[in-house]
């Protein structure tokens, strides 16, 4: 079992939620959120004043699947929010120890 | 026979309605005709009064739009507060001291606390002070936009009644005593200012320019180097709906200012509208020139600063002059508001621009684009009121703003004002469930 988080940017995530979709994957869990990377921050005009917004807002999704889908998945999540322009995010895998679907008690594989 | 009586009766009939039994005559049907005026002026100027006090909420959205989420409701209080403080110190003071018989031409001694009222008398006094106070209101809270986000509440509260009560008044009787029972020493140079441009606009702009030097600027606006800092408004397009509520509201503000119903209300409106519109097109083409984008708040400010701009001129202007007028406060403005920045002055609403300096150009050019061409005694006399609402406003708002600041302190701590002035000053937040900055 395995984890896999992805930061991207947040208006590729409905196209990316389709494209998951159809791979079979039927759950994930969305996150607002903000950072830095590469890309550092953007400069805003305001008022004729310059400014630096430091945290660009971007999307967290998480996915939990079993091992062989986590190929499948990352190039899909490659496929449908690549921009090649800076700020496109990154994929992360980890091993997930278990897993307890809370309402029926199921555990790990059944639980996915 | 019968005829003729029958014809009679029925000509009887409005007679009757006269109440007098008699027929109507050229001098009674005068006097219905002026009756009918005189209800048409009570009625143009009152409804002119409640669009003028909607610019209120204008004020309100426009100041807290362009500032930030944590002090929301403490600028929702201080829009509150200016008017309601203000309007009952304009009835006990304020009104008497603008509008009450004078006889040196500085101040009225006359008509306080609404007295020239009687349940028996002219309800015309009712009228023209509820148009009055709502101007007064608009002078006062002007200030608030250039002191917002680091003002003690208390502080603004005492503010608001001496301005409403002394400060905006006195000037006032200067330049539009006579309207009522007062004459002022400006007004009889020839002084022109129809609706407020430095009456109301300057004196409110030249108030906040004090307001905002005695208080110094919100922490993290200048860098340690001195350089300026952004710190963007919260809700654009709320300060955007302040500014449409605020062109509203001067469409009452301008041709109400005859508080007369008749013709000459069409070209002010007019006039109003185009310097507005030019205002708005010209800043927007300033601050794209200057920052390489169509800036947002600059232009809401463009317009603003139009209608500043003909507020003094627009019953003696033509509309082509207007547009003129307008597009020169549209520049004007962007070029101040960046100026006022770095003279380390903050506004974070742009008010001493917006209000001071095109309340300034809007009197010059009253002058200027006179229909009735202009001379160097105009332009003088223009020159006159305009340094006279500098010294008088800017003078008489400092020391009460040092003295408010030595008394009571004006400021809030640098460890409330971090929090937020919403937080320290009314234990509120404006906007619960949202994490606020």
Same mark, same amino acid.
């Given at each position: 079992?395995?984890?896999?988080?992805?930061?991207?940017?947040?208006?590729?995530?409905?196209?990316?939620?389709?494209?998951?979709?159809?791979?079979?994957?039927?759950?994930?869990?969305?996150?607002?959120?903000?950072?830095?990377?590469?890309?550092?921050?953007?400069?805003?005009?305001?008022?004729?004043?310059?400014?630096?917004?430091?945290?660009?807002?971007?999307?967290?999704?998480?996915?939990?699947?079993?091992?062989?889908?986590?190929?499948?998945?990352?190039?899909?999540?490659?496929?449908?929010?690549?921009?090649?322009?800076?700020?496109?995010?990154?994929?992360?895998?980890?091993?997930?120890?278990?897993?307890?679907?809370?309402?029926?008690?199921?555990?790990?594989?059944?639980?996915? | 026979?019968?005829?003729?009586?029958?014809?009679?009766?029925?000509?009887?009939?409005?007679?009757?309605?006269?109440?007098?039994?008699?027929?109507?005559?050229?001098?009674?049907?005068?006097?219905?005709?002026?009756?009918?005026?005189?209800?048409?002026?009570?009625?143009?100027?009152?409804?002119?009064?409640?669009?003028?006090?909607?610019?209120?909420?204008?004020?309100?959205?426009?100041?807290?739009?362009?500032?930030?989420?944590?002090?929301?409701?403490?600028?929702?209080?201080?829009?509150?507060?200016?008017?309601?403080?203000?309007?009952?110190?304009?009835?006990?003071?304020?009104?008497?001291?603008?509008?009450?018989?004078?006889?040196?031409?500085?101040?009225?001694?006359?008509?306080?606390?609404?007295?020239?009222?009687?349940?028996?008398?002219?309800?015309?006094?009712?009228?023209?002070?509820?148009?009055?106070?709502?101007?007064?209101?608009?002078?006062?809270?002007?200030?608030?936009?250039?002191?917002?986000?680091?003002?003690?509440?208390?502080?603004?509260?005492?503010?608001?009644?001496?301005?409403?009560?002394?400060?905006?008044?006195?000037?006032?009787?200067?330049?539009?005593?006579?309207?009522?029972?007062?004459?002022?020493?400006?007004?009889?140079?020839?002084?022109?200012?129809? %609706? =407020?441009?430095? @009456? &109301?606009? /300057? +004196?409110?702009?030249?108030?906040?320019?004090?307001?905002?030097?005695?208080? *110094?600027?919100?922490?993290?606006?200048?860098?340690?180097?001195?350089?300026?800092?952004?710190?963007?408004?919260?809700?654009?397009?709320?300060?955007?709906?302040?500014?449409?509520?605020?062109?509203?509201?001067?469409?009452?503000?301008?041709?109400?200012?005859?508080?007369?119903?008749?013709?000459?209300?069409?070209?002010?409106?007019?006039?109003?509208?185009?310097?507005?519109?030019?205002?708005?097109?010209?800043?927007?083409?300033?601050?794209?020139?200057?920052?390489?984008?169509?800036?947002?708040?600059?232009?809401?400010?463009?317009?603003?600063?139009?209608?500043?701009?003909?507020?003094?001129?627009?019953?003696?202007?033509?509309?082509?002059?207007?547009?003129?007028?307008?597009?020169? %406060? =549209?520049?004007? @403005? &962007?070029? /101040? +508001?960046?100026?006022?920045?770095?003279?380390?002055?903050?506004?974070?609403? *742009?008010?001493?621009?917006?209000?001071?300096?095109?309340?300034?150009?809007?009197?010059?050019?009253?002058?200027?684009?006179?229909?009735?061409?202009?001379?160097?005694?105009?332009?003088?006399?223009?020159?006159?009121?305009?340094?006279?609402?500098?010294?008088?406003?800017?003078?008489?708002?400092?020391?009460?703003?040092?003295?408010?600041?030595?008394?009571?302190?004006?400021?809030?701590?640098?460890?409330?004002?971090?929090?937020?002035?919403?937080?320290?000053?009314?234990?509120?937040?404006?906007?619960?469930?949202?994490?606020?900055?």
């Amino acid at each position: 079992m395995k984890k896999i988080v992805a930061i991207i940017k947040p208006f590729k995530l409905d196209e990316l939620k389709g494209a998951l979709h159809d791979l079979g994957v039927n759950g994930m869990t969305v996150t607002e959120v903000k950072g830095f990377g590469r890309q550092k921050g953007h400069k805003e005009i305001y008022r004729g004043a310059e400014y630096v917004v430091d945290f660009i807002p971007k999307v967290k999704i998480e996915i939990v699947c079993a091992a062989d889908m986590v190929d499948k998945i990352t190039t899909t999540i490659m496929q449908s929010v690549k921009t090649g322009k800076i700020g496109d995010g990154k994929i992360f895998v980890s091993p997930i120890e278990s897993i307890c679907r809370i309402r029926t008690g199921e555990t790990d594989q059944d639980a996915i | 026979m019968k005829k003729i009586i029958l014809t009679t009766a029925l000509l009887a009939i409005p007679a009757l309605a006269w109440g007098e039994g008699e027929a109507p005559t050229a001098l009674s049907n005068a006097d219905a005709i002026a009756l009918v005026q005189d209800h048409a002026n009570y009625l143009w100027t009152l409804v002119a009064a409640a669009l003028v006090f909607f610019m209120q909420a204008g004020f309100a959205m426009v100041e807290s739009g362009f500032t930030r989420a944590k002090s929301a409701v403490n600028i929702m209080m201080k829009n509150m507060m200016d008017f309601s403080m203000g309007s009952i110190a304009f009835w006990a003071i304020g009104f008497g001291l603008m509008f009450g018989a004078s006889s040196t031409g500085w101040f009225g001694t006359t008509d306080f606390f609404l007295s020239g009222w009687t349940p028996d008398g002219d309800p015309w006094v009712l009228a023209f002070w509820m148009f009055q106070c709502v101007f007064a209101g608009t002078a006062a809270t002007i200030v608030s936009g250039a002191m917002a986000e680091r003002t003690k509440f208390t502080s603004y509260l005492i503010y608001s009644a001496f301005l409403c009560a002394i400060i905006y008044p006195i000037f006032g009787s200067w330049a539009w005593g006579s309207l009522l029972n007062g004459n002022g020493w400006l007004e009889k140079l020839g002084f022109i200012d129809f %609706a =407020g441009s430095t @009456v &109301v606009h /300057s +004196v409110g702009g030249w108030a906040a320019l004090a307001g905002a030097i005695v208080l *110094g600027p919100r922490i993290g606006k200048y860098g340690p180097a001195g350089e300026v800092r952004a710190i963007p408004g919260h809700n654009i397009p709320m300060a955007a709906l302040g500014v449409f509520i605020l062109w509203l509201g001067w469409f009452g503000f301008n041709p109400g200012s005859t508080t007369t119903a008749d013709k000459s209300i069409a070209m002010i409106f007019v006039n109003t509208n185009l310097a507005a519109a030019a205002g708005a097109v010209l800043a927007m083409v300033t601050s794209w020139v200057m920052f390489k984008k169509p800036d947002v708040g600059m232009t809401l400010n463009g317009a603003l600063a139009g209608l500043v701009g003909i507020t003094a001129g627009c019953a003696n202007v033509s509309p082509t002059s207007s547009i003129i007028i307008g597009a020169i %406060a =549209g520049v004007l @403005v &962007v070029l /101040s +508001v960046v100026t006022i920045d770095k003279m380390h002055i903050d506004d974070p609403v *742009g008010a001493v621009s917006v209000h001071g300096v095109c309340g300034a150009w809007g009197t010059l050019a009253a002058g200027l684009f006179n229909m009735g061409g202009t001379t160097m005694k105009i332009m003088t006399t223009q020159l006159i009121g305009i340094g006279a609402a500098f010294v008088w406003a800017f003078g008489a708002a400092f020391i009460l703003f040092k003295t408010i600041d030595i008394v009571v302190g004006l400021r809030v701590s640098e460890e409330e004002e971090m929090q937020g002035v919403d937080i320290c000053e009314h234990g509120a937040n404006a906007y619960n469930d949202f994490q606020v900055h």
